[in-house]
């Protein structure tokens, strides 16, 4: 069997190394990796191929800094292309990106089995370009792998199991995998655990989801509540590119320590030491919880609606009063995470086995 694995944002890079490790070592598969460029930069992108050993990708469309829909249409042909030419059995994509709508939508059209990876995740935010990418892969994939019972309860709920040739089914969560994996053996910069040992305790806030990236009160707001929580308590903040380019608009500028966006195993490192996590990522939200840590979510929903029913998980949006205050709940929570809720760390293993043998 040849699969065709399509990635291009860096919770992409993560999910494929569980699955591409395994792919490697299993008779009866290879592997192709097409990288849409969605996330270009060094620091976004080829920090994670080095330092997971995730195989380089054999294709590059070098897409990227385009609005959805060029973005979406320009992946679609290059995918299409790569498609004809690599002849796969089954094109494989990851969550909810640009890079997986438009390879699901290349490999439906032209015939090709679509595997989906992280499906059945729903926010109910239509407003979100995240949740129009879920819906509308999870639609045409033939094989559905779900990270959590919920995510495989949404897909049913939609009927998604009547449509001819679709088949749900819930392997767990490979971020699990991953994480389980590396954190063992991962090596943080020497800056990075120069930075994290400076401060006795400090939080780890990430910020990079466009409804708060592309409005201007809702950075603002985010950003004072952050400068708040840091007279209190240090915060360490990895920014995103597109973040970082707003902040010259704002009135308020961050006072906590901005750096660069960081690799894998340095953000391994800040989220293992921290003592709270403030993030709008998805990605991020689980990795907290493996590793028994709070988190506040900068967002009015989640996808993992998992996490805020264990507690653990507080749903601030970009409300200042509401993020300090839901940092004056969290900031002594310690927890042990459940095994239950992401599976066993052995998605990786049951996907390969789902493929193979369907």
Same mark, same amino acid.
């Given at each position: 069997m040849k699969v065709l694995t399509v990635i291009g944002a860096r919770p992409q890079f993560i999910k494929a190394a569980a699955l591409s490790r395994i792919i490697k070592n299993t008779d009866g598969i290879s592997e192709v990796i097409l990288h849409t460029g969605q996330h270009f930069d060094s620091n976004m992108s080829e920090v994670f191929f080095d330092e997971m050993q995730i195989p380089k990708p054999d294709l590059n469309l070098g897409i990227n800094s385009l609005r959805h829909g060029a973005m979406t249409g320009r992946m679609l042909e290059g995918i299409e292309n790569c498609c004809v030419s690599e002849k796969p059995d089954v094109l494989l994509v990851y969550g909810d990106t640009n890079s997986t709508l438009a390879g699901a939508?290349?490999? =439906? =059209?032209?015939?090709? =089995? /679509?595997a989906h /990876? @992280?499906?059945g995740l729903r926010s109910f935010n239509m407003k979100m370009p995240e949740e129009?990418?879920?819906?509308?892969t999870d639609r045409i994939s033939d094989y559905l792998f779900c990270p959590t019972k919920t995510a495989v309860e949404n897909l049913q709920n939609e009927g998604v199991e009547q449509q001819p040739d679709s088949t749900v089914y819930f392997t767990g969560d490979v971020m699990y995998d991953v994480s389980l994996y590396y954190a063992k053996s991962a090596e943080p910069s020497a800056d990075i655990r120069s930075l994290a040992a400076s401060s006795e305790r400090f939080c780890l806030a990430t910020i990079h989801r466009e409804e708060n990236t592309d409005d201007p009160e809702r950075l603002q707001s985010i950003i004072s509540a952050l400068n708040g929580i840091h007279e209190e308590q240090a915060i360490i903040c990895p920014l995103h590119p597109r973040?970082?380019? =707003?902040?010259?608009?704002l009135? @308020? /500028?961050p006072r906590f320590k901005v750096i660069d966006p960081v690799g894998y195993f340095d953000i391994l490192h800040l989220i293992q030491n921290c003592s709270i996590v403030l993030t709008d990522s998805g990605g991020l939200q689980k990795e907290s919880y493996f590793f028994g840590k709070p988190c506040i979510t900068l967002r009015d929903q989640t996808e993992w609606v998992e996490l805020p029913e264990t507690g653990t998980n507080i749903i601030a949006g970009a409300d200042r009063d509401v993020i300090l205050n839901s940092f004056g709940q969290l900031r002594d929570n310690t927890f042990q995470p459940s095994t239950e809720l992401f599976g066993d760390g052995t998605a990786a293993n049951k996907i390969i086995d789902k493929l193979l043998h369907a």
């Open positions: 939508l290349a490999a =439906k =059209k032209l015939g090709i =089995k /679509v /990876v @992280e499906a129009i990418n879920r819906i509308l973040t970082r380019s =707003k902040l010259p608009d009135k @308020e /500028v």
